[in-house]
């Protein structure tokens, strides 16, 4: 069989290995024995750029391509060109070969080719003597290419369906229609910052004169942030239930969601989270704020931050301390609760919205229709942050007591 049939037969061998979907290291080994049978090479070695041109050997013959020899790839990228190694020196670690070959894509270089005693190949212009050995090697590669990129658009597709489905989940966790009456009022503002939130908020009606609320910030984004936050919210309803129908305190309730979070995440996610119970009949709340940003509570002359309570949750099996405050509320009184993407939000000199600003934000819109008080807080946060992007999720949960 002549050359020409045998570079026929090798060409058809590969096209039905890359139609029958054979893996790469399957056409890695077909190349190689291509190699070793048609060109007779004492050595060679073919290294494979990914798609950061981090380089690897994945097929040798006589020679030990370590790592640096593989460096010494990386750093010869950008010559990108067939060379002739007249002195064998003149390149360190790879001066046991008599030439490298580029095998290049849309001016993208995918793999390198290094042989040493190869008949017929002596000089520079020998070189285009493996024309074919440079075209196999260019199928081969741009079939492998294109397999990563299947590959990418299959993790991509299957990431954008894994955080619709973790929107879905989140969507059903928050309250559609929060009160609007002669006792409360409440409304709430949420903007994720991506496709996905790791914030939550919840209202409960416990009895006639008695409600609770809550907000909450899960670490992290995801499938895995909504699924805490899904066991989370199934967790706090079942237990504001228990607090009505068996007398169950705020303290232990907290407990007992520590003690969930921390099994279901097993401390490798945690929650800040505020939770006030509010009699409507006593005109007083009981709050608990682990590890959350700490809530505004104004009255007409007064501005108080919320900051009695514990760890964040999930943090540690049991936690080390925990306090609840109880609090007169006035006619009137006004609960801001928010999550950290507002006073974390820079402008153009890198300076924090802060918590200054929010109160005196709050102080001069203290009589707003919450609607109202939710639409100027945007408005002014998109003002101070000018040409900055927003880097967090943010949420806002507003309460009135009418009394």
């Not at 890359?18 to 024995?33: H, K, T, V």
């Not at 090479?41 to 391509?65: G, I, P, Y």
């Not at 760890?311 to 009137?332: C, D, W």
């Amino acid at each position: 069989m002549n050359k020409k049939e045998l570079e026929i037969r090798a060409l058809l061998e590969i096209t039905e290995a890359i139609n029958n979907n054979l893996s790469e290291q399957d056409l890695y080994r077909i190349f190689y024995f291509t190699c070793i049978t048609m060109f007779k090479a004492k050595k060679m070695a073919f290294v494979v750029l990914d798609e950061k041109s981090r380089a690897t050997c994945v097929a040798n013959k006589n020679t030990d391509f370590g790592t640096d020899q593989l460096k010494a790839i990386e750093g010869y990228l950008t010559q990108e060109k067939n060379t002739f190694f007249s002195e064998k020196n003149q390149i360190p670690h790879l001066n046991e070969f008599d030439f490298i070959l580029s095998v290049q894509h849309k001016k993208k270089s995918l793999a390198y080719i290094l042989m040493t005693d190869v008949d017929g190949i002596n000089c520079e212009e020998d070189l285009n003597k493996m024309s074919f050995l440079r075209t196999m090697a260019n199928i081969i590669m741009v079939a492998i290419e294109n397999k990563r990129l299947v590959r990418r658009d299959l993790k991509q597709e299957a990431y954008r369906k894994e955080m619709e489905i973790a929107k879905n989940v989140q969507t059903l966790l928050v309250p559609k229609v929060l009160p609007n009456n002669n006792k409360i009022s409440l409304y709430s503002s949420y903007f994720p910052h991506s496709m996905v939130s790791g914030d939550y908020y919840d209202f409960v009606e416990i009895s006639e004169d008695e409600v609770m609320l809550c907000i909450a910030d899960v670490s992290g984004k995801g499938m895995a942030a909504a699924l805490v936050m899904s066991n989370f919210q199934a967790c706090f309803r079942t237990l504001a239930r228990q607090k009505a129908n068996l007398g169950l305190s705020l303290q232990d309730a907290v407990h007992e969601l520590n003690h969930q979070v921390f099994s279901s995440a097993q401390g490798e996610k945690f929650i800040t989270f505020f939770v006030a119970n509010i009699d409507l009949k006593a005109a007083e709340m009981e709050y608990i704020n682990a590890g959350h940003n700490a809530p505004i509570l104004l009255t007409e002359d007064t501005l108080q931050h919320l900051k009695t309570g514990t760890l964040m949750l999930g943090a540690f099996p049991k936690l080390p301390f925990l306090k609840s405050e109880v609090i007169p509320l006035e006619k009137n009184s006004l609960l801001f609760t928010y999550t950290d993407g507002i006073v974390e939000t820079n402008n153009n000199i890198d300076e924090p919205f802060g918590e200054e600003r929010l109160d005196t934000f709050l102080r001069e819109n203290f009589d707003s229709k919450l609607a109202k008080l939710h639409e100027n807080m945007i408005i002014y946060l998109d003002e101070f942050k000018q040409n900055q992007p927003y880097f967090d999720d943010l949420t806002l949960l507003s309460f009135r007591f009418k009394g």
